[in-house]
Nanobody, 125 residues
Framework: QVQLVESGGGLVQAGGSLRLSCAASGRAFSSLAMGWFRQGPGKEREFVSAISSSGANTHLADSVKGRFTISRDNAKNTMYLQMNSLKPEDTAVYYC??????????????????WGRGTQVTVSS
């Protein structure tokens, strides 16, 4: 099994930045595709970003392109989400997810096998 722990959330003003981290354990991190999802108040969980096991391929939701950057450090078993130019609509609980199998969409919740408990990001205006 895989254990995932998010950190780095907090309260920032619009236009500010945060870097989220996701630390993984319990399985070879370098074999996992990883993703970030978020769930705002009164909203369903939505895709934010994903990265392949090697880090060579990345995916970003249109809503965050140009502002967020996903990366990973396989030597540290950690994935990151650098969030710049934050907007109030980015306010959400951000979840880290791991994908074991090749099949399944990186854009869909159903494509992932393990989830962290989330970290709160609040952007004030």
């Amino acid at each position: 099994q895989v254990q995932l722990v998010e950190s780095g959330g907090g309260l920032v003003q619009a236009g500010g930045s945060l870097r989220l981290s996701c630390a993984a354990s319990g399985r070879a991190f370098s074999s996992l595709a990883m993703g970030w999802f978020r769930q705002g108040p009164g909203k369903e969980r939505e895709f934010v970003s994903a990265i392949s096991s090697s880090g060579a391929n990345t995916h970003l939701a249109d809503s965050v392109k140009g502002r967020f950057t996903i990366s990973r450090d396989n030597a540290k078993n950690t994935m990151y989400l650098q969030m710049n130019s934050l907007k109030p609509e980015d306010t959400a609980v951000y979840y880290c997810a791991a994908k074991i199998f090749v099949f399944g969409s990186v854009y869909l919740i159903s494509g992932y096998d393990y989830w962290g408990r989330g970290t709160q990001v609040t952007v004030s205006s």
